[in-house]
């Protein structure tokens, strides 16, 4: 499905990284490696979807259930496992900073 929208030349947002309940770490991260290799690193934003605060839970009880969900773990951690995945600068550089100015203009 991913595919489909991409190849109609939409964006798409690539993130959710810290909320493994949906996705794991690796397999996300799996599928953004793939979808570059493929050519695609020019329609996809990467995103953090983090939440400063929410009333629907105490703080407390979401570092427990999702630990890793920060406004620092894709900088800290995903990015950094991109590199060891072979990615290169230019594409790493394109999805958070590249590709949401040229989605705004």
Known sequence: MILKVLDRGAFIGMGRYGLDHIMNTNARSATIHEL????????MLLSQDYCFSSDWHDDEDVKKVLPKWSMTYTFEEIIP?????????????TMPINNPTKWFN
């Open 81 to 93: 496992d991109w590199y060891e995945r072979g990615a290169i600068e230019k594409d790493i550089e």
């Open 36 to 43: 570059v290799t493929r050519g695609y690193a020019n329609q």
